[in-house]
């Protein structure tokens, strides 16, 4: 049973992404709820506190995304790995408020935001460190993924959080399911130097044709 502060950050969500972040105030969401300002006040004092709270909630989203993933998982670590990040993007679609245009913006507007996403960064790093020494350890890759891990790991954050932004200004009429399958392209190819030909075998079939930008501002049919 969702409680009242699932109500507000549900409807919060919704505005946000609808309306973007600086055009709806807590007064409209209140009043979108049918509740007094006071009532909703009463879970978030202030609005930084409901995108705090999405934030967050953003962050549980990618780990049960990760969790569902994990338990198709198969015997090829590669194919896993690029399973867990097409779930992590499909997944920020439904928190395009943070992620779209202003994602800079917005977070170094909350300090309390900020600081989530700096120590969820270490968190990130952690991850792909030890990623990066089972997918050598499995042939997967060679052995400088490990050695350019740190480096590759800033690389790995920037596209991970800045494709929506990228698309936004040259592959407008691009679908959903496009951006992100547009995206894990751009994304593994950091990777590509790396692998062994066993690995070029896993991610290279995956991988769609990454056209000139040109060709990909015409209407869908």
């Known amino acids: 049973m969702k409680s009242r502060k699932d109500d507000i950050l549900e409807v919060a969500l919704r505005l946000f992404n609808e309306k973007g972040i600086d055009s709806v105030t807590t007064r409209d969401i209140a009043k979108e709820l049918k509740i007094s ?53 499909i997944t920020q679609f439904k928190y395009q408020f943070i992620v779209h245009k202003r994602y800079g913006e917005i977070i170094t507007s909350f300090p309390e935001v900020q600081k989530f996403v700096q120590d969820f960064l270490k968190v990130r790093f952690d991850s792909w460190e030890q990623l990066s020494e089972q997918l050598v350890k499995q042939k997967f890759a060679k052995s400088n993924l490990v050695e350019d ?42 990777y590509k130097p790396y ?10 079939p995956l991988l769609i044709k990454l056209d000139h930008y040109q060709n990909e501002n015409r209407p869908n049919n």
């Open 37 to 89: 300002l006071g009532n909703l006040t009463y879970y978030f004092p202030f609005k930084k506190d409901i995108v705090l709270a999405l934030a967050q909630h953003l962050a549980i989203a990618v780990d049960e995304a990760l969790a569902i993933n994990a338990n198709r998982a198969t015997d090829n670590i590669l194919l896993d790995y690029f399973n867990q990040i097409e779930a992590i993007f």
């Open 149 to 190: 891990c740190q480096s590759h790991s800033y690389i790995l954050n920037i596209l991970a959080l800045y494709w929506h932004q990228e698309f936004l200004i040259y592959s407008p009429n691009l679908t959903d399911k496009q951006k992100v399958q547009k995206a894990l392209s751009i994304f593994f190819q950091s």
């Open 195 to 204: 692998l062994t030909q066993k690995g070029l075998d896993t991610i290279n």
